[in-house]
């Protein structure tokens, strides 16, 4: 298993104004994810990040809107930038379980709840 | 691509009661399916999950779930719920093979509430 930190846990922002979540994994990883759950929806991929490359993002997501670095391979960092109310969801960081038998085994924060005014 | 629908947004339940979780997906390629579970205040934790033999898998608290591929289903059931249970429970599916890593297609979630 893993055990991922986020933080912040939730925070109330301004629109227009950007903000940076960071997540911590206890082992080493070679790819961390980032979801996005808005309010009564189901989460939604943003994307991957990668240690040493660029992320790579699903269709709908890109890295202007939401900037991300790997630093090294227990940490990551999603921004959110120049927020709207329609950013306001939790955002999650998740890593996958390693080995066949663990396909699709993803170990998720807490997330970061942010509400847009 | 692959889809998921979960039958049922919030599904209420007297403690000691059975109860089921729809769940549905398409895809036009083999899948891998899952639940994952979301008790108050805490993180996504992974509940159960197929990826392949034995169509009936179990969690280790009571929960079991069958994949059914003739109607793409992947309902989740427990013949009697504690209170504990109380949770959102997520479906979700991955398609088989490929190089797709850490991306699953999640359902909208059902709230189960259980009561005294």
């Known amino acids: 298993s893993a055990v991922i930190s986020q933080k912040p846990s939730r925070d109330i922002c301004q629109r227009g104004t950007s903000l940076t979540i960071q997540c911590q994994v206890d082992s080493q990883v070679t790819m961390m994810f980032w979801y996005r759950q808005q309010p009564g929806q189901s989460l939604t991929l943003i994307a991957t990040?990668?240690?040493?490359?660029?992320?790579?993002?699903e269709s709908g997501f890109v890295i202007d809107k939401f900037p991300i670095s790997r630093p090294n391979l227990t940490f990551s960092t999603l921004t959110v930038s120049n927020m709207s109310p329609e950013d306001s969801s939790i955002y999650l960081c998740?890593?996958?379980?390693?080995?066949?038998?663990?396909?699709?085994?993803?170990?998720f924060g807490e997330g970061s709840r942010l509400t847009v005014l | 691509a692959q889809s998921v629908t979960q039958l049922d947004s919030q599904v209420p339940v007297f403690e000691e009661a059975p109860v089921e979780l729809r769940c549905n997906y398409s895809?036009?390629?083999?899948?891998?399916l899952f639940w994952y579970v979301q008790y108050p205040n805490q993180g996504l934790q992974l509940l159960l999950k197929?990826?392949?033999?034995?169509?009936l898998v179990e969690s280790i608290n009571g929960f079991e779930a069958e994949f059914n591929k003739s109607q793409t289903s992947f309902h989740l059931r427990k013949p009697s719920v504690h209170i504990s249970d109380t949770a959102e429970y997520f479906c979700?599916?991955?398609?088989?093979?490929?190089?797709?890593?850490?991306?699953?297609?999640f359902g909208q979630g059902t709230i189960l509430t259980v009561h005294p």
């Open positions: 979700a599916v991955k398609g088989a093979g490929g190089t797709s890593y850490g991306k699953l297609t």
């Open positions: 998740s890593v996958e379980g390693r080995g066949q038998g663990r396909i699709g085994e993803l170990f």
């Open positions: 895809s036009s390629v083999s899948v891998y």
């Open positions: 197929y990826l392949s033999g034995s169509t």
């Open positions: 990040a990668n240690q040493g490359s660029e992320a790579t993002y």
